[in-house]
């Protein structure tokens, strides 16, 4: 056999196996993606969107599974699930040991500009004229302020009136256990009842209500979030972030002896890290879904204004801000989807 042959077929082969490398991926595999199944607003349509996202544009078998967010990030770390699409950095002790054994990952943004604290509507600060509402707390600004009386009384607990209601998040959801602890911190733990709805629905439903009757509530809340768009909020101040403070109010044996400000917000894509070795090609799309706080904001009114779920909202989104998401994929992902759409 001639060396000119034998180096054809060398080539031959070399090119052969370039082809299925380049075809070989995590999806191509067969191996499914699972992705957290959170329930809250934001992070269930962002889940919806790029498993839709992946699905059709890439091919790929999809899924979620349900469960709080603690039981959701020990899943990941064990690569029972793959993707937790909105995970809020250095907030919860259960993903900070599996980031420091080497189990999970941050990948890129998955939105920016994102805040979170402690709320009051604005016409308890400042009225509401049109409402006929008079400012009940004008010169509330402090959660310092809010062991006065005047302040318990006002946000009196209906099924214990002698104390006041504070609205946490439901039990299981980190943000919990984090003012949780600054209440004891606050030494508000003794003024106020720590409400804990059973769903983020009914937290929603919770402030709602209260909102469109114009009374007076006092309870946590973030934003992107359809409720951080609709209505008028007043933000409480709180001592300074230090990382010393927040060490010990979000470790769970953590010391309660000051309460301080939620640290700047970093929320990002939390992979398994198996699975981020397994599929860099599903990584790069990750890498570039960052998603304009605006437009959560918008796809969240969306929800609560049409009644509608999160795939429902995902698809409009996708249906409607291809200039946002088309950045992310490929041009043939994106002439798939957008097909899948039609």
Known sequence: MSNILLKAMATALLLGASTAAANASYCGDGKTVTFAGIDWESGAFITEVMKTILAEGY??????????????????????????????????????????????????????????????PEYLVKGDKERGIEPAAADLKSVSQLSDPKYVALFADPEEPSKGRFLNCPSGWTCEGISTAKLEAYKLDEHFVNFRPGTGTALDAAITSAYLQGEPILFYYWSPTAVMGKFKLVQLEEPPYSEACWKELSSANGKREEGCAFPSVEVAYGVNSTFAKEAPEIIEILEKATFPLEEV??????????????????????????????????????????????
């Open 59 to 120: 091919g790929c078998a999809v899924d979620s599974i349900p469960g709080n967010s603690v039981t959701l990030e020990q899943a990941t770390a064990n690569n029972d699930v793959q993707v937790f699409a909105e995970e809020w950095i250095g907030r919860s002790d259960a993903w900070n040991k599996a980031a420091a054994e080497g189990k999970v990952l941050s990948v890129g943004k998955t939105f920016v500009g994102a805040s979170e604290g402690w709320f009051v």
């Open 297 to 342: 904001n918008a796809s969240l009114a969306y929800m609560v204004d049409n009644k509608a779920d999160a795939a429902a909202a995902a698809a409009q989104f996708l249906k409607t801000k291809a200039d946002v998401w088309g950045a992310w994929v490929s041009p043939e992902a994106r002439t798939k989807i957008e097909a899948s759409l039609q």
